[in-house]
């Protein structure tokens, strides 16, 4: 690399911090194909801060020490969350975004990174089915939602932005497999998190509709508001669907409005095989899409778009001279947003949808689904196993027999075998196999499957946690 | 760099990454010493994401078309925001975050970067005079500020959480001069933007705080419940700092939470020659402090600071166990922030924080005041300037006699010159030239000084605006 030409100062001074980047992103690659030593402990004072300062060069030693300690989303072994893999485009694009160091509230800071985000914000309302949509990138699912629950009370409640929200005692639906955000923003919102109704699923972790209808018309009749309902597009242990078409029926029927968390699920709608599970979403009011799960772009990428334009202005500009200046407000997505100041979000998904296309991105969720199918099949063929259920998406839930599975996660995470997490799902606890990483095959998936029995052979006797009479890992035990 | 070795695949994959890396990061920085142009139109075709997907360098040479288009925060024609210039430190450590691409709600997930956060937020409690402290890095100050509002809301109803926070009429103090987002939050927290009481400044832009008090009196006096004052430190258009003690002072006396928005100005906790601008502050009950504003790390790195341990783990946490599981919950920070997946603001200002030392950080504040008190010097000895008053920190407003601030920054900025923005400041709409970019010196802000100059007498006549009988710019003229 030295011999590549340099700009005049401060240009120079980049030289080291490059080439220290290029060391470090190598270590990274080089050593992920293993986890890393567990190290909760305190830090040790070389890797503290001081009174004093250290040459680069210290500080890059440092950073070499402390990636040495920290798990990569893109390794062979990683299944623990909702993410995994490496995009290459959307990587790079994103180790761009702290070099100019845009913020992303006006066109005159932003210049072209707004229309980018306008761009795949487009895109993506398109494939919502909203043509007069509009949306905005958020730092979360947990925001998105967030910010949709907000916009649905305030026309539920016409005076909630100016006057708050009142003591007229207000509702909101999810069901019990809907991510924990639900109640967690009721109590932000100064609605409570009692307000949230947890609907019954069935035997695949759905929303039973007619339990949404009777308890909102048991609601109604209490003289209590329903705000809005949240149907779930991938949840977050078993990766299944709300059907949300006759959700919107319901919805549609009774004035309600209609949030559908696709923070995990909406990538689906990319895949005409798989759009399908989304079915009705077209009706929902708004929707929130994370493009840091199924589309591989790094953390954190979450879009909330909404069916209809305006409502983002109307519920969240303010005056704000100093900031909002030189532009029409169309350009200035700052009066849009919950922030003030933003990251650039948008950068790493216009790069991965421009290389991979929407074909590509078709490809990458048939895959991902594909590789689910695939463990499904390995589980359920292997009497040492136990599936749950057939996976509706990506998130495979199985149990190895005779085995705890909090007990054996934690194993696996303590021997660096495999970062893998368990979750409550049809009333058992089981280990969450996420089928996120296209960089993986089926070799991949098989190997990882075999370390697991591998290491609860290992256990023996086996590691706690209730045994069932017919030798299946227990309901109900708990870490 | 074509001779380092490489790790076998997806290692070999990322070479054309890193290549393509270090060519768009030389791109940026030689190009960046002048702005780009403005073009707000439409995104060209070869912009657009499309059906089919493109090979990774064609998505390198768009990319690299959208550089051309995006204004770059190091540049030293950027004076529009409480951010500027490229710490080497901090940029070199975000350009890592998304190869291992951890989210930063457990230690399981994200390893040693867990201990990273509560390293720099141990260190920003200390700073604040905070030892019992806790803190939780947030997506920006407005959703710092946020939080800090909502437990300032829920420790004042005490059932607000669960129950909702009812009809009773609530009240918040903030000077005019704060930040929006404390009506916007207001807004969102379901206590209505009418809570809201703008107390009025004085001549320096500080809050009157015996306005502030009959404020508070008046509504006890009519039955509201004062939830919280905020103190700003570091006003958005003056950079002027409230009298934290007094106002402490009061808050003790009347029960009433404080909480210190020091998204600008708390870094002034760095230096002992400007720490007095927050005395108080460690009686307050909360800080917001950016580091991404005047420790000038990457977008965006805001920490929300308590006085009091354990109140955002009692006001944000949530039932989880398919995802806080294997570590005690000190080393899940994910149960004390707002967000789920949570991307790695920690590991920039750590890695800052090892370069600097709280010694170069205590250097980096003096240059920036210093810098400020250059620019304010050379204003008000220049009669073609108007200084507005002596800048308390890095702020420094004024006007170029005869000329409206907005259609001269306007015209700075279409016609490549500057990117500076203008706010209303002690009733006149002035420049406001942020010094905040540590690797400037006196000759660059005198060089951006001429320029305005230059291009103000390029305008002839003035450009719009009312000229007073004075000469002076205008009071109150608007864009």
Known sequence: MGTTARGSAPGGEIEEMLDAHEQLAQRIVDREAELPPRSPGALPDDLRPAAAGRPLAAVVEALGKVLDRTPSAASPRFFNQLFGGR????????????????????????????????????????????PDGEGSLTPGGSLSNLLAMMIARNEALEHAREEGVGGRATAVYTSDQGHYSIRKNAGILGLGRRAVREIPSDHRGRMRVEALRSALLRDRADGILPLMINATAGTTVLGAFDPISEIADLAAEQGVWLHVDGALGASALLSPQHRGLL??????????????????????????????????????????????????????????????????DALKLWAAWMHHGDEGYRQRIDKLFALARHAARRIAGDPAFELLLEPESINVCFCVRGHSSPALCRTLDQRRVLKIGHGMALGRRAIRLVCVNPDLDETAIDAALDSILETAASLSPPTGGTISESGSCGANNVV
Chains 1, 2 share one sequence.
């Open 279 to 344: 079915e009705g979403v077209d009706r929902a009011d708004s929707l929130t899409w994370n493009a840091h799960k199924m589309m591989g772009v790094p953390l954190s990428c979450s879009a909330l778009l909404l069916r209809r334009r305006g409502l983002l202005t109307g519920h969240l500009n303010e005056q704000a001279d100093y900031l909002f200046q030189a532009d029409h407000d169309a350009l200035n997505p700052g009066t849009r947003s919950i922030q003030c100041g933003r990251r650039n």
């Open 87 to 130: 995009d290459r485009a959307a990587t790079l694009a994103e180790m761009l975004v702290p070099l100019t160091n845009t913020s992303m509230y006006t066109f005159k800071v932003a210049g072209t990174q707004v229309l980018l985000e306008q761009e795949v914000l487009a895109r993506m309302t398109r494939f919502a089915g909203f």
